[in-house]
């Protein structure tokens, strides 16, 4: 009896940690977003925005990023997993995995989760409508608008939602740290690239950043409260499956 009233307040315990956190995270997040918000309404061009692209710029040729030949390729193909095919397509693969192994909530769940993000991430863009930099040459065609970033924004709400999803289902701590490291470097690498190919002020970065991860950690408090009342799959269930008779 008094091992089940432990485990009963411990369990409690980690479950209010993980809404403060939550909580904590999604405030933040909104806080510099705001912030970032704000200034970009005023018409305000941030000084270390302006520093930070030109630092990533040849000294006598703004159209040469500093770097080996290879870097500026490299950054091309990172910038690409933020972009809407690649996020689109894993979305899809995921959901067709959830939807082969029998969790056809979890599936629904991760889709809407996903998709009604990429769907903020363009309202905020058609809100702020701020327009792309000018200050360096653009590496890759562009055609929308600039904050906050939509690769940023939408690659930290894709891989940090399947990220989390994937370490929940597992038992081993240094895989689920190893999972959630992975989403959170894809995360930051893809927003560099924006600002390294100069199609992106920082800003608009940390803005998708903030965005994109407390839209996350929004989804994964929704997800778990949803496994608890039984609405989606448990982490690591798989439907039951009849044998095959012989």
């Not at 005023?42 to 520093?51: K, Q, S």
């Not at 006598?60 to 397509?89: E, K």
């Not at 999972?179 to 893809?190: N, P, Q, S």
Request: aromatic share 8%.
């Amino acid at each position: 009896m008094v091992p089940q009233i432990f485990a009963h307040i411990f369990t409690r315990h980690r479950i209010d940690s993980r809404i403060l956190m939550v909580f904590l995270v999604t405030a933040v997040g909104a806080l510099i977003f705001l912030r970032l918000g704000s200034e970009v309404r005023e018409g305000d061009n941030f000084a270390l925005d302006r520093l930070i692209l030109r630092a990533l710029r040849g000294a006598n040729n703004s159209a040469v990023p500093i770097g080996p030949a290879w870097l500026q390729g490299a950054m091309i193909d990172i910038t690409a997993l933020g972009g809407v095919t690649v996020l689109t397509l894993l979305t899809a693969l995921t959901a067709g995995y959830l939807l082969a192994s029998g969790k056809t909530k979890t599936a629904i769940f991760v889709t809407i989760a996903i998709t009604s993000g990429a769907i903020l991430s363009n309202i905020l863009k058609f809100g702020y409508a701020r327009p792309r930099p000018d200050l360096v040459a653009h590496l890759v065609d562009v055609h929308s608008l600039s904050f906050p970033s939509g690769h940023a924004m939408n690659s930290a709400i894709t891989y940090l939602t399947l990220g989390a999803l994937l370490s929940r289902a597992e038992g081993s701590r240094s895989m689920r740290i190893f999972l959630m490291g992975v989403a959170i470097l894809l995360t930051l690498t893809i927003g560099f690239s924006r600002v390294y190919l100069g199609v992106h002020w920082p800003s608009d970065v940390v803005a998708g950043w903030c965005v994109g991860a407390s839209w996350a950690a929004l989804c994964s408090l929704v997800a778990r409260s949803l496994q608890r009342g039984h609405k989606i799959d448990e982490p690591g269930s798989i439907s039951a499956v009849p044998p095959n008779q012989t």
